[in-house]
Structure formats: structure tokens, C-alpha cells
């Protein structure tokens, strides 16, 4: 956990920092930090309402023009968003 931290550290100390407005009744709570071409996403929902309808998520400072990278679980997909 602390390599992890330490490979996002920079992006989270550094820049901006967005609390992103829960749209859904789903008591999900999403962070957002960004740092020029980087981005992190956190999103945090209680044990007891997993399973129920999915969240929608809307990003803050991104370039509509650009192609990024998703990462999870080292597992790595690029996507120009539409």
C-alpha cells in the first residue's frame, strides 16, 4: 500500500483536488486530484450498498481532443473519449 501511495503521491500533494457532486442515491463518494496529464479518480462506496445501480461519473479538466490511458489492476486501456 505505502509503493502504491508513493507512485500517486506527487499528483495528490501537488495539484488540483476535486470533491465530485454524488449524482446517484448510492452514498458513493468520488474524488477527483489532477495534475497536467495525470489524473486520479477515487471512488469510495459503503460496503452495504454494493450491488445496487451503477454510479455516472463527470471528469473535471480534461481535454475532449485527447486520448487517455485507464489503468486497474495493472491493466492498461486507451480510449479517446467520445
Known amino acids: ?3 502504491d501511495y ?3 503521491r506527487e499528483i495528490v500533494q ?3 483536488f476535486f470533491r465530485l457532486e454524488n449524482t446517484s442515491s448510492n452514498d458513493c ?3 477527483e486530484y ?3 496529464d495525470q489524473a486520479l479518480l477515487f471512488v469510495f462506496l459503503p460496503q452495504i450498498k454494493i450491488g445496487h445501480r451503477p454510479v455516472r461519473v463527470k471528469l473535471r479538466n ?3 481532443k485527447a486520448i487517455y490511458e ?3 489492476n495493472d491493466e ?3 480510449k479517446e473519449l467520445i
Open 1 to 3: 500500500m505505502v509503493y
Open 6 to 8: 508513493k507512485n500517486i
Open 14 to 16: 501537488e495539484d488540483d
Open 29 to 31: 463518494h468520488l474524488f
Open 34 to 36: 489532477t495534475k497536467e
Open 62 to 64: 480534461f481535454d475532449e
Open 70 to 72: 485507464y489503468k486497474l
Open 76 to 78: 492498461v486501456i486507451s
